[in-house]
Protein backbone atom coordinates (compact mmCIF):
# COMPACT_ATOMS: atom_id res chain seq x y z
CA UNK A 1 0.00 0.00 0.00
CA UNK A 2 1.80 3.34 -1.03
CA UNK A 3 0.96 7.07 -0.46
CA UNK A 4 2.72 9.78 -2.45
CA UNK A 5 3.22 12.35 0.01
CA UNK A 6 3.53 16.24 -0.69
CA UNK A 7 5.18 19.01 1.24
CA UNK A 8 5.33 22.80 0.57
CA UNK A 9 4.39 24.50 4.03
CA UNK A 10 7.64 26.74 4.36
CA UNK A 11 10.61 26.53 1.80
CA UNK A 12 11.77 23.10 0.56
CA UNK A 13 9.07 21.64 -2.10
CA UNK A 14 9.28 18.17 -1.00
CA UNK A 15 7.41 15.07 -2.76
CA UNK A 16 8.02 11.17 -1.39
CA UNK A 17 6.22 7.33 -1.78
CA UNK A 18 6.14 5.54 1.35
CA UNK A 19 5.31 1.62 1.78
CA UNK A 20 3.16 0.56 4.50
CA UNK A 21 4.14 3.39 6.38
CA UNK A 22 7.32 2.07 6.96
CA UNK A 23 9.54 2.05 3.83
CA UNK A 24 10.30 4.86 2.09
CA UNK A 25 10.48 4.24 -1.62
CA UNK A 26 11.62 7.51 -2.06
CA UNK A 27 12.30 11.08 -0.51
CA UNK A 28 12.76 14.00 -3.02
CA UNK A 29 13.66 17.41 -1.50
CA UNK A 30 13.98 21.00 -3.46
CA UNK A 31 15.43 23.70 -1.08
CA UNK A 32 14.94 27.11 -1.91
CA UNK A 33 18.16 28.23 0.14
CA UNK A 34 19.17 29.65 -2.38
CA UNK A 35 16.69 31.90 -3.37
CA UNK A 36 16.33 32.88 0.21
CA UNK A 37 19.88 32.34 1.30
CA UNK A 38 20.72 36.25 0.50
CA UNK A 39 17.71 37.88 2.38
CA UNK A 40 18.69 36.55 5.07
CA UNK A 41 15.32 34.26 5.81
CA UNK A 42 12.14 32.88 4.09
CA UNK A 43 10.67 35.80 2.02
CA UNK A 44 6.96 34.18 1.81
CA UNK A 45 6.02 35.91 -2.09
CA UNK A 46 9.30 33.87 -3.29
CA UNK A 47 8.47 30.72 -1.87
CA UNK A 48 5.36 30.27 -3.40
CA UNK A 49 6.60 31.01 -6.41
CA UNK A 50 9.56 28.42 -6.27
CA UNK A 51 7.15 26.41 -5.27
CA UNK A 52 5.18 26.19 -8.50
CA UNK A 53 8.23 25.81 -10.27
CA UNK A 54 9.16 22.77 -8.80
CA UNK A 55 6.37 20.90 -7.60
CA UNK A 56 5.24 19.08 -10.91
CA UNK A 57 9.12 18.04 -11.09
CA UNK A 58 9.80 16.98 -7.74
CA UNK A 59 6.31 15.15 -7.36
CA UNK A 60 7.18 13.42 -10.95
CA UNK A 61 11.15 12.43 -9.80
CA UNK A 62 9.40 11.13 -6.30
CA UNK A 63 7.13 8.56 -8.50
CA UNK A 64 9.88 7.17 -10.52
CA UNK A 65 13.00 7.28 -8.34
CA UNK A 66 9.72 4.84 -5.99
CA UNK A 67 9.28 2.94 -9.27
CA UNK A 68 5.36 4.12 -9.40
CA UNK A 69 2.79 5.21 -11.20
CA UNK A 70 -0.23 7.47 -10.12
CA UNK A 71 -1.75 3.60 -10.54
CA UNK A 72 -0.02 2.28 -7.88
CA UNK A 73 -1.03 5.04 -5.42
CA UNK A 74 -3.63 4.24 -2.70
CA UNK A 75 -3.71 7.76 -1.71
CA UNK A 76 -2.50 11.21 -2.06
CA UNK A 77 -1.33 12.93 1.29
CA UNK A 78 -0.67 16.61 1.21
CA UNK A 79 0.64 18.97 4.39
CA UNK A 80 -2.67 21.47 5.00
CA UNK A 81 -1.09 23.34 8.11
CA UNK A 82 0.22 25.20 9.42
CA UNK A 83 2.92 27.08 7.37
CA UNK A 84 3.02 29.99 5.12
CA UNK A 85 -0.77 29.84 3.48
CA UNK A 86 0.95 30.68 -0.16
CA UNK A 87 3.39 27.90 0.49
CA UNK A 88 0.88 25.68 1.73
CA UNK A 89 -1.73 25.89 -1.27
CA UNK A 90 0.77 25.06 -3.78
CA UNK A 91 1.15 21.64 -2.56
CA UNK A 92 -2.35 21.14 -1.26
CA UNK A 93 -3.55 22.58 -4.34
CA UNK A 94 -1.38 20.22 -6.64
CA UNK A 95 -2.77 17.01 -4.53
CA UNK A 96 -6.25 17.67 -4.61
CA UNK A 97 -5.97 17.62 -8.25
CA UNK A 98 -4.27 14.74 -8.97
CA UNK A 99 -6.83 13.01 -6.13
CA UNK A 100 -9.85 14.74 -8.50
CA UNK A 101 -8.18 13.68 -11.90
CA UNK A 102 -7.27 10.13 -10.77
CA UNK A 103 -10.23 8.92 -8.19
CA UNK A 104 -7.37 8.65 -5.23
CA UNK A 105 -8.35 10.04 -1.77
CA UNK A 106 -6.96 12.88 -0.55
CA UNK A 107 -5.50 12.62 3.51
CA UNK A 108 -4.63 16.16 5.25
CA UNK A 109 -1.82 15.92 7.49
CA UNK A 110 -0.79 18.72 10.19
CA UNK A 111 2.97 19.21 9.49
CA UNK A 112 3.69 18.62 12.82
CA UNK A 113 1.79 15.55 13.19
CA UNK A 114 4.35 14.46 10.45
CA UNK A 115 7.40 15.56 11.94
CA UNK A 116 6.62 13.09 15.32
CA UNK A 117 6.14 10.46 12.62
CA UNK A 118 9.23 10.44 10.99
CA UNK A 119 10.73 9.02 14.07
CA UNK A 120 7.95 6.24 14.22
CA UNK A 121 8.54 5.97 10.34
CA UNK A 122 12.21 4.97 11.16
CA UNK A 123 11.51 3.26 14.00
CA UNK A 124 9.25 0.52 12.90
CA UNK A 125 11.16 -0.49 10.06
CA UNK A 126 14.24 -0.42 12.27
CA UNK A 127 11.78 -2.54 15.04
CA UNK A 128 10.88 -4.99 11.93
CA UNK A 129 8.69 -6.26 14.59
CA UNK A 130 10.60 -6.27 17.32
CA UNK A 131 8.80 -4.18 20.03
CA UNK A 132 11.89 -1.62 20.12
CA UNK A 133 10.20 1.60 18.43
CA UNK A 134 8.90 4.34 20.43
CA UNK A 135 6.37 3.20 23.38
CA UNK A 136 3.62 4.76 23.97
CA UNK A 137 2.57 7.61 25.95
CA UNK A 138 5.95 9.21 24.75
CA UNK A 139 6.77 12.97 24.76
CA UNK A 140 7.10 15.08 21.85
CA UNK A 141 9.62 17.79 21.30
CA UNK A 142 9.18 18.86 17.78
CA UNK A 143 11.88 21.64 17.64
CA UNK A 144 12.18 23.71 14.14
CA UNK A 145 12.59 27.08 12.54
CA UNK A 146 8.78 27.65 13.51
CA UNK A 147 8.07 25.45 16.49
CA UNK A 148 9.52 24.40 19.43
CA UNK A 149 6.44 22.23 21.20
CA UNK A 150 6.10 19.83 23.67
CA UNK A 151 3.42 16.75 23.08
CA UNK A 152 2.09 14.05 24.90
CA UNK A 153 1.14 11.31 22.44
CA UNK A 154 -1.07 8.37 23.08
CA UNK A 155 -2.50 5.32 21.56
CA UNK A 156 -4.13 6.13 18.26
CA UNK A 157 -2.08 8.82 17.65
CA UNK A 158 -3.87 11.36 20.05
CA UNK A 159 -2.48 14.35 21.42
CA UNK A 160 -1.88 16.60 24.06
CA UNK A 161 -0.07 20.23 24.44
CA UNK A 162 2.32 20.32 27.16
CA UNK A 163 4.09 23.66 26.62
CA UNK A 164 5.60 25.86 23.74
CA UNK A 165 7.43 28.34 22.90
CA UNK A 166 5.89 31.83 24.28
CA UNK A 167 8.37 34.11 21.81
CA UNK A 168 11.00 32.35 19.33
CA UNK A 169 11.35 29.06 18.11
CA UNK A 170 14.83 27.42 18.92
CA UNK A 171 15.56 27.28 15.05
CA UNK A 172 14.60 30.88 14.81
CA UNK A 173 16.88 31.63 17.68
CA UNK A 174 19.96 29.49 16.15
CA UNK A 175 19.04 31.41 12.73
CA UNK A 176 18.87 35.00 14.19
CA UNK A 177 22.16 34.75 15.92
CA UNK A 178 23.97 33.21 13.54
CA UNK A 179 22.97 36.23 11.14
CA UNK A 180 23.63 39.01 14.03
CA UNK A 181 27.15 37.47 14.47
CA UNK A 182 26.94 37.40 10.17
CA UNK A 183 27.33 33.77 9.32
CA UNK A 184 24.32 34.03 6.95
CA UNK A 185 20.91 32.10 6.60
CA UNK A 186 20.13 29.18 8.17
CA UNK A 187 21.94 29.49 11.10
CA UNK A 188 21.11 26.05 12.66
CA UNK A 189 24.06 23.75 10.65
CA UNK A 190 26.65 26.30 10.45
CA UNK A 191 26.50 27.46 14.54
CA UNK A 192 26.50 23.47 15.09
CA UNK A 193 29.88 22.77 12.92
CA UNK A 194 31.40 25.65 14.77
CA UNK A 195 30.20 25.36 18.30
CA UNK A 196 32.40 22.35 18.66
CA UNK A 197 35.57 24.56 18.46
CA UNK A 198 34.60 26.90 21.52
CA UNK A 199 34.22 26.78 25.15
CA UNK A 200 30.44 25.71 25.75
CA UNK A 201 31.37 27.64 29.29
CA UNK A 202 32.57 30.55 28.23
CA UNK A 203 29.39 32.55 28.55
CA UNK A 204 27.38 32.12 31.30
CA UNK A 205 23.44 32.39 29.84
CA UNK A 206 21.09 32.15 32.41
CA UNK A 207 18.06 29.39 32.26
CA UNK A 208 14.90 30.93 31.39
CA UNK A 209 12.53 31.08 34.07
CA UNK A 210 8.79 30.78 33.18
CA UNK A 211 5.57 32.40 35.19
CA UNK A 212 2.71 30.24 34.29
CA UNK A 213 3.41 27.10 32.99
CA UNK A 214 6.79 26.25 33.20
CA UNK A 215 6.91 23.91 30.70
CA UNK A 216 6.24 26.54 28.11
CA UNK A 217 9.74 27.87 26.37
CA UNK A 218 11.10 31.40 25.74
CA UNK A 219 14.07 32.01 23.75
CA UNK A 220 14.15 36.07 22.88
CA UNK A 221 16.00 36.73 26.11
CA UNK A 222 18.73 34.31 24.87
CA UNK A 223 18.98 36.65 21.42
CA UNK A 224 18.85 39.07 23.23
CA UNK A 225 21.89 38.70 25.59
CA UNK A 226 23.83 37.34 23.05
CA UNK A 227 23.25 41.04 21.12
CA UNK A 228 24.22 42.62 24.12
CA UNK A 229 27.55 40.65 24.65
CA UNK A 230 28.26 41.82 20.95
CA UNK A 231 27.61 45.04 21.52
CA UNK A 232 29.52 44.93 25.06
CA UNK A 233 32.76 43.18 23.31
CA UNK A 234 32.74 45.45 20.16
CA UNK A 235 32.86 42.41 17.44
CA UNK A 236 31.47 44.45 14.96
CA UNK A 237 34.40 45.09 13.15
CA UNK A 238 34.82 40.81 12.78
CA UNK A 239 31.09 40.65 11.72
CA UNK A 240 32.06 42.75 8.60
CA UNK A 241 34.22 40.89 8.12
CA UNK A 242 32.55 37.66 7.89
CA UNK A 243 29.49 39.85 6.43
CA UNK A 244 32.09 39.99 3.20
CA UNK A 245 33.33 36.85 3.01
CA UNK A 246 29.93 35.78 2.42
CA UNK A 247 29.30 38.46 -0.08
CA UNK A 248 31.98 37.01 -2.15
CA UNK A 249 31.55 33.01 -1.58
CA UNK A 250 27.72 32.14 -0.37
CA UNK A 251 29.01 28.63 0.69
CA UNK A 252 32.20 29.47 2.91
CA UNK A 253 33.64 26.56 4.12
CA UNK A 254 34.26 25.30 7.61
CA UNK A 255 37.98 26.29 7.52
CA UNK A 256 37.13 29.74 5.73
CA UNK A 257 34.44 30.33 8.66
CA UNK A 258 37.05 29.41 11.36
CA UNK A 259 39.72 31.36 10.13
CA UNK A 260 36.80 34.32 10.40
CA UNK A 261 35.96 33.31 13.94
CA UNK A 262 37.76 34.39 16.62
CA UNK A 263 38.01 32.09 19.94
CA UNK A 264 35.61 34.42 21.87
CA UNK A 265 33.41 34.17 19.22
CA UNK A 266 33.21 30.43 18.71
CA UNK A 267 32.94 30.44 22.77
CA UNK A 268 29.94 32.55 22.36
CA UNK A 269 28.44 29.83 19.58
CA UNK A 270 29.19 27.40 21.80
CA UNK A 271 27.57 28.77 25.33
CA UNK A 272 24.66 29.78 22.94
CA UNK A 273 24.17 26.16 21.69
CA UNK A 274 24.88 24.48 25.58
CA UNK A 275 22.13 27.02 26.68
CA UNK A 276 19.51 25.94 23.76
CA UNK A 277 19.87 22.69 24.21
CA UNK A 278 20.08 22.77 28.10
CA UNK A 279 16.52 25.01 27.80
CA UNK A 280 14.99 21.93 25.46
CA UNK A 281 16.28 19.21 27.25
CA UNK A 282 15.31 20.19 30.80
CA UNK A 283 11.51 21.31 30.08
CA UNK A 284 11.62 17.65 27.51
CA UNK A 285 12.50 15.79 31.16
CA UNK A 286 10.43 17.57 33.26
CA UNK A 287 7.50 16.97 30.73
CA UNK A 288 8.19 12.91 30.14
CA UNK A 289 8.43 12.77 33.62
CA UNK A 290 5.23 14.57 34.54
CA UNK A 291 3.08 12.46 32.65
CA UNK A 292 4.79 8.98 32.53
CA UNK A 293 6.55 9.05 29.08
CA UNK A 294 7.58 5.64 27.91
CA UNK A 295 9.81 7.53 25.41
CA UNK A 296 10.83 10.44 24.01
CA UNK A 297 10.55 11.35 20.48
CA UNK A 298 12.51 14.60 19.06
CA UNK A 299 11.93 15.69 15.54
CA UNK A 300 12.42 18.93 13.66
CA UNK A 301 15.25 20.62 11.94
CA UNK A 302 16.96 21.70 15.19
CA UNK A 303 17.12 17.78 15.99
CA UNK A 304 19.78 17.97 13.71
CA UNK A 305 21.88 19.63 15.91
CA UNK A 306 25.34 17.05 16.74
CA UNK A 307 25.39 18.95 20.08
CA UNK A 308 21.43 18.07 21.36
CA UNK A 309 22.02 14.69 19.74
CA UNK A 310 24.97 13.95 22.15
CA UNK A 311 23.71 15.64 25.21
CA UNK A 312 20.49 13.96 25.24
CA UNK A 313 22.27 10.74 24.55
CA UNK A 314 24.56 11.45 27.88
CA UNK A 315 21.91 13.08 29.92
CA UNK A 316 19.82 11.23 32.62
CA UNK A 317 16.03 10.85 31.16
CA UNK A 318 13.57 9.27 32.63
CA UNK A 319 12.91 7.60 29.35
CA UNK A 320 14.81 6.12 25.84
CA UNK A 321 15.21 8.67 23.30
CA UNK A 322 14.71 8.69 19.86
CA UNK A 323 15.47 11.10 16.84
CA UNK A 324 14.82 10.67 13.29
CA UNK A 325 17.60 10.07 10.55
CA UNK A 326 18.97 14.06 9.77
CA UNK A 327 17.41 13.87 6.60
CA UNK A 328 14.30 13.14 8.19
CA UNK A 329 14.83 15.78 10.62
CA UNK A 330 14.42 18.62 8.46
CA UNK A 331 11.12 19.27 6.18
CA UNK A 332 10.42 16.19 3.99
CA UNK A 333 7.44 14.38 2.23
CA UNK A 334 8.64 11.11 3.46
CA UNK A 335 7.06 11.86 7.06
CA UNK A 336 3.54 13.41 5.36
CA UNK A 337 2.95 9.93 3.99
CA UNK A 338 3.91 8.00 6.93
CA UNK A 339 1.37 9.77 9.17
CA UNK A 340 -1.22 9.45 6.92
CA UNK A 341 -0.99 5.36 6.94
CA UNK A 342 -3.09 5.31 9.80
CA UNK A 343 -5.70 7.95 8.48
CA UNK A 344 -5.89 5.81 5.54
CA UNK A 345 -6.20 2.63 7.96
CA UNK A 346 -9.11 4.61 9.67
CA UNK A 347 -10.73 5.67 6.26
CA UNK A 348 -10.32 9.25 7.59
CA UNK A 349 -10.20 11.31 3.86
CA UNK A 350 -10.40 14.89 3.39
CA UNK A 351 -12.39 16.57 1.19
CA UNK A 352 -11.87 18.68 -2.01
CA UNK A 353 -13.34 21.67 0.03
CA UNK A 354 -9.99 21.06 2.71
CA UNK A 355 -8.33 24.54 3.21
CA UNK A 356 -4.51 25.35 3.69
CA UNK A 357 -4.55 26.91 7.32
CA UNK A 358 -1.57 28.70 8.57
CA UNK A 359 -1.98 28.55 11.92
CA UNK A 360 -3.48 25.10 12.39
CA UNK A 361 -2.56 23.33 15.90
CA UNK A 362 -2.22 19.81 16.53
CA UNK A 363 -3.83 20.35 20.03
O1 LIG B 1 12.03 21.46 10.26
P1 LIG B 1 12.71 22.49 9.42
O2 LIG B 1 13.40 22.03 8.19
O3 LIG B 1 11.69 23.59 8.96
C1 LIG B 1 10.69 24.11 9.78
O4 LIG B 1 9.60 23.47 9.88
O5 LIG B 1 10.98 25.18 10.39
O6 LIG B 1 13.72 23.28 10.39
C2 LIG B 1 14.56 24.30 9.94
C3 LIG B 1 15.26 24.90 11.13
C4 LIG B 1 16.09 26.14 10.83
O7 LIG B 1 15.82 27.12 11.81
C5 LIG B 1 17.54 25.65 10.93
O8 LIG B 1 18.44 26.65 11.33
C6 LIG B 1 17.41 24.57 11.98
O9 LIG B 1 16.18 23.94 11.70
N1 LIG B 1 18.51 23.60 11.90
C7 LIG B 1 19.43 23.41 12.90
C8 LIG B 1 20.35 22.45 12.41
N2 LIG B 1 19.96 22.08 11.15
C9 LIG B 1 18.84 22.80 10.86
N3 LIG B 1 19.53 23.97 14.10
C10 LIG B 1 20.55 23.58 14.88
N4 LIG B 1 21.49 22.68 14.49
C11 LIG B 1 21.43 22.10 13.28
N5 LIG B 1 22.34 21.21 12.91
ZN1 LIG C 1 9.11 21.50 9.79
Known sequence: MRIL???????????????????????????????????????????????????????????????????????????????????????????????????????????????????????????????????LPALALVVSGGHTHLFEVTEGFQYRLLGKTRDDAAGEAFDKVAKLLGFGYPGGPIVDRLASHGNPQAVPFTFAKMKGNDLDFSFSGLKTAVLRWVEERGMQEEIAVRRALLRNRPHPTLEEWLAAAPRRTLDLLASFQRAVIRELLTRAAASAERIGARSLIVSGGVACNSGLRAAAQSATLPCPVFFPSPALSTDNAAMIAAAAFPKFARGEFAGFDLKAQANLTLA
Not at 62 to 68: I, K
Not at 117 to 125: F, G, I, S, Y
Open 5 to 135: GIESSCDETAASVVENGETVLSSVVASQMATHGKYGGVVPELASREHLRAIVAVVREALAESGSKLDDVAAVAATFGPGLVGSLLVGLTYAKSLCFARGLPLIAVNHLEGHIHAVLLEARRAAAGAPSGPE
